[in-house]
């Protein structure tokens, strides 16, 4: 069974400074890896997804991550964070079968002026 | 499309009482799935449904908890009777084969 680990449980980082957030994976096969966001009252929203192809992956709101195999990795990074990147960041990871998703425990973002 | 629709989006109830939450997936996507979000454990998958058939539901956390889909544009979770631990948020979200997944925006069960 897959799962997913992300070791950070609280960022907390400066307007216009770099994000970073950790994401580790155990799948036996090749994973499909997805970055979820979920801002204060809303629901999920997809930021980006891995199927195959190059590794590193342009989402929206000027995220990227990176599928790194050999480290069975897919960090989530941002150049410059604004204010209203504030939320909970979920990585995933679903069987390439059946799609089920594995959710990490989320990371959560806090901003600062 | 106006995505996957939950209802209500907020309940509060008091020990004991059933508790039915309603999901309403995106037209001709043939997965469903309800996961649950507390502070504790952050997103738990509770079941999934394909083609309206219940796959897995090993994440269902006990008996009190029940789901169904009696046709492809209509899901139930049920929690009876519900219990304060119970209180967390509920989403529900669907996809196509091959394709990600889209939530609803969550039901809010406060179970006093």
């Known amino acids: 069974a897959q799962s997913v680990t992300q070791p950070d449980i609280h960022i907390t980082v400066s307007e216009g400074a770099s994000l970073e957030l950790r994401c580790n994976y155990s799948?036996?096969?090749?994973?499909?890896l997805f970055w979820y966001v979920q801002s204060p009252g809303q629901g999920l929203q997809l930021l980006l997804k891995?199927?195959?192809?190059?590794?590193l992956v342009q989402g929206i709101k000027g995220f990227e991550a990176e599928f790194k195999r050999s480290q069975s990795s897919f960090n989530l990074r941002k150049p410059s964070v604004h204010w209203s990147d504030a939320a909970e960041y979920f990585c995933?990871?679903?069987?390439?079968?059946?799609?089920?998703?594995?959710f990490g425990a989320g990371t959560t973002v806090t901003v600062r002026a | 499309d106006a995505g996957v629709i939950q209802s209500p989006r907020h309940e509060v109830t008091e020990m004991g009482q059933e508790v039915t939450l309603r999901c309403k997936p995106i037209?001709?996507?043939?997965?469903l799935f309800w996961y649950r979000q507390t502070m504790m454990r952050g997103l738990e998958l509770l079941i999934y449904?394909?083609?309206?058939?219940?796959?897995?539901d090993s994440g269902m956390p006990e008996d009190r908890f029940s789901a169904k889909m009696p046709n492809a544009s209509f899901s139930t979770l049920k929690i009876q009777p519900s219990e304060p631990r119970d209180s967390a948020v509920y989403f529900c979200?669907?996809?196509?084969?091959?394709?990600?997944?889209?939530f609803g925006s969550g039901t809010q069960l406060s179970v006093l």
């Open positions: 979200a669907s996809s196509s084969p091959n394709e990600k997944l889209f």
């Open positions: 799948y036996g096969a090749t994973p499909y």
């Open positions: 891995y199927f195959s192809g190059d590794t």
């Open positions: 995933a990871v679903a069987s390439s079968n059946d799609y089920k998703l594995s």
């Open positions: 037209s001709g996507h043939n997965s």
């Open positions: 449904f394909n083609n309206n058939v219940p796959i897995d």
